[in-house]
């Protein structure tokens, strides 16, 4: 009961709350060219046209989106990767990059086989600058996604990165560490597959700083810059970043 009205309090809380990401480098603007210029890694067709063919691929149902600053835009209308995403009011439409969008939808094996079936989101797209800099942030750019809540079990199982998650585990040999709650092990799981799947070019989470106490903060790269948009492309590193070296 206790538990449950935290958890209560930390949807309420974090809902008006925008923290700017301190991304390393980020450019005034994704450099590169236009999303209507063909694209000789996807066949002579745009980069529009093969983002959008990826997510028709992986199933998701989009509709496109115009918004200042988004490269290839598409406001998400259902499941990603079978992940439901939900904005803390539940009102708030996903409206995002369409790079982000099929690295969302292709991260959904990882975070189902952890039997998660529901995300909430704080930030998407929204135009701001990095915290002490003039240089907007990748969410300007519809680029990256902050997410603070995991639920499982139809809603009974809830994981709240401010409450769950625990800080300062695993290294390079081994990245889970050895978290101490059930939760917090879940928690750590999702943070090392998606950190070393390739499909994000960040996952910033407590451990960076003060600002991300609460929430993961997931960064995609231009579609154009991406090496891997093979929707059907095994995701080996995300699935051994769980394995545990001999001691």
């Known amino acids: 009961m206790v538990r449950a009205l935290a958890i209560c309090l930390v949807v309420a809380a ?4 925008a923290h700017a990401e301190p991304e390393a480098a980020s450019p005034a603007s994704p450099p590169g ?8 890694r996807s066949g002579g067709v745009t980069p529009l046209a093969s983002c959008l063919r990826a997510l028709d691929a992986l199933g998701v149902q989009y509709k496109k989106a115009r918004r200042r600053g988004i490269d290839i835009g598409v406001e998400v209308k259902g499941a990603l990767g079978g992940i439901e995403y939900r904005s803390y009011d539940g009102k708030q439409p996903l409206v995002i990059d369409c790079s982000l969008a099929f690295s969302l939808a292709r991260a959904g094996e990882l975070l189902r086989a952890h039997g998660i079936e529901r995300v909430t989101f704080s930030s998407a797209y929204q135009r701001r600058n990095i915290r002490g800099t003039s240089r907007p942030s990748r969410h300007s750019f519809g680029l990256a996604i902050d997410v603070h809540t995991f639920f499982m079990g139809g809603g009974e199982r809830v994981a709240a990165v401010k409450l769950d998650y625990e800080q300062g585990l695993g290294d390079d040999a081994d990245c889970m560490g050895d978290p101490l709650t059930e939760l917090g092990a879940l928690l750590r799981a999702v943070d090392c597959q998606l950190s070393r799947s390739g499909l994000f070019r960040i996952v910033l989470t407590p451990d960076y700083d003060g600002d991300h106490y609460n929430h993961f903060h997931l960064e995609a790269l231009p579609w154009r810059e991406r090496g891997d948009r093979d929707p059907s492309a095994r995701l ?5 970043a769980l394995d545990r070296a001999p001691r």
């Open 236 to 240: 080996d590193a995300a699935w051994s």
């Open 14 to 17: 974090a809902a008006p709350v």
């Open 33 to 40: 060219r236009s999303p209507t210029e063909r694209d000789t």
